[in-house]
């Protein structure tokens, strides 16, 4: 109970932390040099944190929790690198996170939540339901462990791990700003993507923010029919309603959007389904991401196969949209969103 009193330090922007430190009868610039320990250093103890003076820090332990992930498992591919970690959370909960090497610099792909409420049919991530949404410590610490693990400089990071991001909007916007102040890590608005399954009103709202990070709308479907088979969220939000959010998102921001599009084979891959998707975004300052769907063992779905991808691909290309296949990463690790995390528990249950 006690625990769940205490403040948590990491969650705070700096000048929340100087009034921290206020009340605890501190001076502010106290958070000048806290800040760092927790978001460039990324201290695991207040013991570590050597300019800081004895009595302050016990201070710290007694008030304060430091949010510090567990590595519980690590997978690297053999073929790209790609590594995917699962952390243990402070209570015990597990979430996944994916590093992958680029030309252009280390990506990271973080989880969102505990699970995730949305519901959509091929996606492992959403099968137990949601158990809690992640703090903003806990989204920035699988990006500092990260680097911490590697020694190397994390350039990229991607809102698509487990959960829905904008269902977990506040702390979701707190991770953003603190990931790219200054301060700490300094990660560029427009290296940050933010992947949502279509909760409109958020999405209106991020675009009222005005920050200059990727929106990404999981589409998955030219039509209101086949969109609703796949996303259950699709009833509440309507394709149109999602896709003029986008618009609204470039409006406001000047961010031209990505469009992802897993292709389900005998679902959403036909020439007619690319004609439509053709036609909905023509004009549109856009891109649209295909990716061969990811089969989840628990769900029948299949991806197409190369040929009928680059078809699509094709077609897609012709209404003048700027079209990419997504590069499969670590594909002999476990694949898909949420699977390492539902193996690992499988294991440990079975343990
Ligand atoms: N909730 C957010 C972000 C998490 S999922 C969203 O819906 O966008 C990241 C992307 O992976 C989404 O586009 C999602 O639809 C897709 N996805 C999930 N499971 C998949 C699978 N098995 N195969 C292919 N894409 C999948």
Redesign the pocket.
């Known amino acids: 109970m006690q625990n769940m009193q205490k403040a948590d330090i990491k969650s705070y922007t700096q000048q929340e932390l100087s009034d921290f430190l206020q009340s605890l009868g501190e001076k502010p610039f106290r958070a000048k040099q806290l800040y760092p320990w927790l978001h460039k250093k990324h201290a695991k103890s207040f013991e570590e944190m050597t300019d800081i003076p004895k009595k302050l820090k016990e201070k710290l332990i007694t008030t304060c929790s430091l949010t510090v992930l567990q590595q519980a498992d690590m997978q690297q591919s053999k073929l790209d690198g790609t590594r995917k970690y699962l952390f243990t959370l402070p209570d015990g909960n597990l979430v996944e996170s994916v590093l992958m090497h680029y030309s252009h610099g280390n990506s990271v792909c973080i989880s969102s939540q505990v699970g995730?409420r949305?519901g959509?049919k091929?996606?492992?991530?959403t099968l137990g339901g949601l158990v809690r949404n992640l703090t903003p410590a806990e989204l920035l610490e699988q990006v500092y462990r990260i680097q911490a693990d590697t020694g190397e400089r994390v350039s990229n990071v991607v809102?698509?791990?487990?959960?829905?991001?904008l269902d977990n909007y506040g702390n979701v916007l707190k991770f953003i700003k603190l990931l790219s102040d200054g301060n700490g890590l300094n990660i560029s608005q427009r290296s940050i993507t933010l992947?949502?399954?279509g909760i409109v009103p958020k999405m209106r709202e991020l675009a009222d923010e005005k920050l200059q990070i990727t929106l990404?709308l999981?589409l998955?479907a030219p039509t209101q029919e086949k969109r609703m088979a796949l996303l259950p969220v699709a009833k509440k939000y309507g394709i149109q309603e999602a896709v003029d959010a986008c618009k609204y998102y470039f409006q406001q921001t000047g961010r031209r959007v990505t469009f992802?599009y897993?292709l389900v084979g005998g679902a959403n891959d036909s020439g007619e389904d690319a004609r439509q998707l053709g036609e909905l975004l023509s004009g549109m300052n856009c891109h649209v991401n295909l990716?061969p769907?990811?089969?989840?063992g628990e769900r029948e779905?299949q991806p197409p196969s190369r040929k009928e991808v680059l078809d699509f691909k094709n077609k897609l290309e012709k209404y003048g949209i700027n079209v990419t296949i997504r590069r499969e990463m670590g594909r002999d690790i476990d694949g898909?969103?949420g699977q390492l995390r539902k193996r690992f528990s499988e294991r440990q249950g079975e343990g």
Do not use: L
């Open positions: 995730c949305m959509c091929f996606c492992a991530s809102v698509m791990g487990m959960g829905e991001p992947s949502t399954c990404a999981s998955h992802e897993s990716i769907v990811n089969p989840i779905y898909a969103c």
